[in-house]
């Protein structure tokens, strides 16, 4: 009977789990394939170009579909649904998820300001246990910063042609299309197909500021018709035209085709791998679903639609010779032509949709890795998870992509830079994934050596072919990427010299345990907030304060906003408190730690929380000997993780929410009538950044310790006094000494991009009303 249950429950659950896999299977068909499932529309017009127009014959069409078909099995099929997919952190899929995965078991991170705390982080652990004996080649690479370097510029490298994919999808994808109208009765000229292209681009890029969660719902159902459509158009013209070319899939019509093109079929490579462009987006998105179901749609709906859409393009083309400039278009039925028209377009538009929105992410994972200027990170969605939108970067990304739809008018030449982009990101997935073979999964090196060389082949066969298209536009993303790889090095080397200097300028411990609690200033009431990078240690920024203005708040917190590598970090471990100096000093440090995919959002509570945190953190220090046991410099470095749930369980304070008449006549007495009067001014003016207003106090415990009953009190009371937040405002400049390159990297680069990117104080969400900036001049 018990066995019975048993089964029974297994079965509830297994079809509950298959259920929830297939609806998240249909849900990706419009968010991760749009851009893969238009591929159609111009591979075999890009295949049979140039001097492969001479060997336009069966055979060669043949040859064609059979490298499309092994092409689509060995690298979308078996590289990444049945081996990459495994290799996901926390969840999270792309390029950055197996670097942090490397730098999390191996020591290659160039992030700054890590500690040891970070390890323990429940993200962290993720993946096989990383106390395994390291290999030779493991101590190797970690000895070497150049090395370690030298990965973090292929990662970047490969994150400059995701961008590069962020324009050009659209325009190769919009403008094929539109072709389609080419070739109806009434023929529209190149210059009216190019500006009706050009107003759906605009259009496209114009919505992107409602985000996609508002048409989200439309997308699924768009590609689901779009591949019954190429699926049914794919199946009729295998039937009406050339059943025989069921027999191309054995790879026997690939040597055939090679025999008898040579180098002409070798250079033609550069089309045919235009039919799996978009496939990295099925690594890249597994954060929005699962592995399962990405592979599910894949190989039971994906595959066999493209593999028969395909072939029965080849079909057609084997007895319509003269078709293979519009191949797609021509090879639709007369009267399915315009409703597949209408979705062809609408699907193209879903594609770019997609890769526009995984620009954006990847942008906001370059800056939490130190290597993008901070830029306006608007969250369009409130119940969707990571939906954002970057408004800089979708202007600069339609701005290109209009200057090369405009510039070359021509989906060959597009797709030259296209396939270029596409396969080089693969290319760097192999090399990284291979890394992640050895030093994650822990396999024996000779089995990631057949990985990296098998899949370094036959990528390495499609790249060189796309190499010899640079000069028809293939030199595009080349361009794009050493631009983008140029902002984003600059920043990574400014901010890492900024860094160093603030890390060997740190204010002496010893200096500050000198002076005493009173630090030999003024300590007036209120709360100070001093923002800084570093996660020990006391800025510089604060003793050029306190030499220029001899005063200070009662309650000084040193705050640190960093990022670690893992995708997210939950709210319960995402404060790390400590205590700089000993008890009657009143200073403390606070760490904010956040995952390459995070998002800060501005909800207003930060300060609230700040103050749970600390209460907390006093709390816990007095039950805990060994925190309190001794009066030494010892004190910073020494962290504790304070929980929000054990914030909200705890009795430190009792809160209570006041509304905003009642907030301001509390602080009449330690505000005065002008303060009170801007900040009324600034909170009609910010509607949307309105802190909430709550009041602390101390519950009624008549066994609390004194001392703390003391420090909690003046911790409450210097928030009523109010929260001041004291950042540097730093001018970097490269030392009289330094080299040439250095002096045009930092004085002209990095000085260029710090005036033009949002400040730190803006990208914190800090309100400038209560903000404090200490001018300082870093000579690196």
């Known amino acids: 009977m018990r066995l019975q249950q048993i089964f029974i429950w297994f079965l509830k659950h297994s079809w509950v789990n298959l259920s929830r896999n297939l609806i998240l299977a249909c849900q990706s068909l419009g968010v991760v394939y749009g851009d893969l499932s238009t591929s159609p529309l111009y591979v075999y017009s890009s295949t049979f170009i140039g001097k492969l127009e001479n060997h336009q014959n069966e055979e060669a069409i043949f040859g064609a579909f059979s490298l499309i078909f092994w092409t689509l099995t060995l690298i979308p099929l078996l590289k990444y649904v049945f081996i990459l997919l495994s290799a996901d952190d926390n969840g999270e899929g792309g390029t950055f998820a197996l670097y942090s995965l490397l730098c999390r078991h191996a020591k290659f991170s160039l992030l700054p300001n890590q500690q040891a705390a970070d390890e323990e982080l429940s993200a962290y652990k993720y993946g096989p246990s990383t106390q395994a004996i390291g290999s030779p080649f493991k101590r190797f690479l970690e000895k070497h910063k150049r090395l370690r370097t030298a990965l973090l510029v292929v990662v970047l490298f490969g994150a400059s042609m995701?961008?590069?994919?962020?324009?050009?999808?659209?325009?190769?994808?919009?403008?094929?299309?539109?072709?389609?109208?080419?070739?109806?009765?009434?023929?529209?000229?190149?210059?009216?197909?190019?500006?009706?292209?050009?107003?759906?681009?605009?259009g496209l890029f114009a919505l992107q500021h409602f985000g996609t969660h508002r048409v989200a719902f439309m997308f699924a159902p768009i590609v689901i018709i779009w591949l019954v459509s190429i699926f049914s158009i794919g199946l009729y013209n295998i039937i009406r035209w050339n059943p025989k070319i069921v027999c191309a899939v054995s790879p026997y019509y690939i040597i055939k085709f090679f025999r008898e093109t040579g180098k002409d079929g070798w250079i033609s490579l550069g089309g045919v791998l235009l039919s799996i462009t978009g496939t990295e987006a099925m690594f890249a998105d597994l954060g929005h679903f699962t592995a399962l179901s990405i592979r599910l749609a894949f190989a039971f709906v994906i595959y066999p639609c493209l593999v028969v859409q395909y072939m029965g393009q080849a079909a057609f083309l084997s007895r319509n010779l003269h078709s293979i400039p519009n191949s797609f278009y021509d090879s639709i039925p007369g009267p399915v032509f315009w409703p597949v028209f209408v979705i062809a377009t609408l699907a193209a538009i879903v594609g770019s949709q997609a890769v526009i929105t995984a620009t954006f992410s990847i942008i906001k994972q370059c800056h939490a890795l130190g290597c993008f200027p901070r830029v306006k990170v608007v969250h369009t969605s409130k119940h969707i998870y990571g939906q954002i939108y970057i408004p800089e970067i979708n202007w600069i990304l339609m701005i290109l992509t209009l200057?090369?739809?405009?510039?070359?008018?021509?989906?060959?030449?597009?797709?030259?830079?296209?396939?270029?982009?596409?396969?080089?990101?693969?290319?760097?997935?192999?090399?990284?994934?291979?890394?992640?073979?050895?030093?994650?999964?822990?396999?024996?090196?000779?089995?990631?050596?057949?990985?990296?060389?098998?899949?370094?082949?036959?990528?390495?066969?499609?790249?060189?072919?796309?190499?010899?298209?640079?000069?028809?536009?293939?030199?595009?993303?080349?361009?794009?990427?050493?631009?983008?790889?140029?902002?984003?090095?600059?920043?990574?080397?400014?901010?890492?010299?900024?860094?160093?200097?603030?890390?060997?300028?740190?204010?002496?411990?010893?200096?500050?345990?000198?002076?005493?609690?009173?630090?030999?200033?003024?300590?007036?009431?209120?709360?100070?907030?001093?923002?800084?990078?570093?996660?020990?240690?006391?800025?510089?920024?604060?003793?050029?304060?306190?030499?220029?203005?001899?005063?200070?708040?009662?309650?000084?917190?040193?705050?640190?906003?960093?990022?670690?590598?893992?995708?997210?970090?939950?709210?319960?471990?995402?404060?790390?408190?400590?205590?700089?100096?000993?008890?009657?000093?009143?200073?403390?440090?606070?760490?904010?730690?956040?995952?390459?995919?995070?998002?800060?959002?501005?909800?207003?509570?930060?300060?609230?929380?700040?103050?749970?945190?600390?209460?907390?953190?006093?709390?816990?220090?007095?039950?805990?000997?060994?925190?309190?046991?001794?009066?030494?410099?010892?004190?910073?470095?020494?962290?504790?993780?304070?929980?929000?749930?054990?914030?909200?369980?705890?009795?430190?304070?009792?809160?209570?929410?006041?509304?905003?008449?009642?907030?301001?006549?509390?602080?009449?007495?330690?505000?005065?009538?002008?303060?009170?009067?801007?900040?009324?001014?600034?909170?009609?003016?910010?509607?949307?950044?309105?802190?909430?207003?709550?009041?602390?106090?101390?519950?009624?415990?008549?066994?609390?310790?004194?001392?703390?009953?003391?420090?909690?009190?003046?911790?409450?009371?210097?928030?009523?006094?109010?929260?001041a937040y004291i950042m540097g405002h730093s001018y970097v400049k490269a030392r009289r000494t330094s080299s040439f390159l250095k002096k045009l990297v930092i004085d002209m680069g990095y000085s260029f991009l710090r005036k033009n990117c949002r400040g730190p104080a803006v990208a914190l969400n800090i309100p400038h009303i209560n903000l404090i900036e200490v001018g300082m001049i870093y000579y690196v």
């Open 403 to 723: 200057v090369i739809t405009i510039g070359f008018q021509n989906t060959t030449l597009i797709g030259n830079a296209y396939g270029l982009a596409c396969m080089t990101v693969m290319f760097i997935t192999t090399f990284l994934m291979a890394l992640v073979i050895t030093f994650v999964w822990q396999k024996n090196i000779l089995l990631a050596a057949m990985f990296l060389l098998f899949f370094w082949f036959i990528e390495g066969v499609y790249l060189s072919a796309a190499l010899t298209k640079v000069p028809q536009g293939g030199w595009v993303p080349l361009v794009l990427s050493f631009i983008f790889m140029m902002v984003m090095y600059i920043w990574h080397y400014g901010t890492r010299k900024k860094y160093n200097f603030d890390l060997h300028n740190k204010v002496s411990l010893k200096w500050l345990l000198g002076l005493g609690p009173s630090l030999g200033i003024v300590r007036v009431p209120g709360i100070g907030l001093v923002y800084s990078e570093l996660a020990t240690g006391v800025p510089a920024i604060f003793s050029h304060f306190v030499t220029n203005l001899p005063a200070f708040h009662k309650v000084l917190v040193f705050v640190c906003v960093k990022s670690v590598p893992v995708p997210y970090v939950s709210p319960e471990e995402r404060f790390l408190i400590g205590r700089i100096c000993p008890r009657p000093y009143r200073m403390y440090r606070c760490i904010v730690r956040y995952g390459y995919k995070d998002i800060q959002r501005d909800d207003g509570d930060f300060e609230n929380q700040l103050i749970q945190s600390i209460a907390e953190f006093i709390q816990m220090e007095a039950g805990e000997p060994q925190f309190c046991s001794s009066e030494s410099s010892s004190y910073d470095g020494r962290m504790a993780v304070i929980s929000t749930r054990s914030i909200q369980s705890s009795s430190s304070l009792v809160v209570t929410e006041i509304d905003d008449c009642s907030a301001s006549n509390s602080i009449q007495s330690s505000k005065s009538l002008t303060l009170q009067s801007l900040r009324s001014a600034y909170d009609d003016e910010n509607p949307q950044v309105r802190r909430c207003h709550v009041r602390f106090q101390l519950p009624k415990s008549p066994g609390m310790d004194i001392s703390v009953r003391e420090e909690l009190m003046d911790l409450i009371q210097a928030k009523e006094a109010g929260v």
């Open 162 to 202: 995701v961008i590069g994919d962020g324009v050009l999808t659209p325009a190769i994808s919009v403008l094929s299309s539109v072709s389609g109208l080419q070739v109806t009765e009434k023929k529209l000229t190149n210059g009216e197909l190019l500006l009706l292209a050009c107003v759906i681009l605009v």
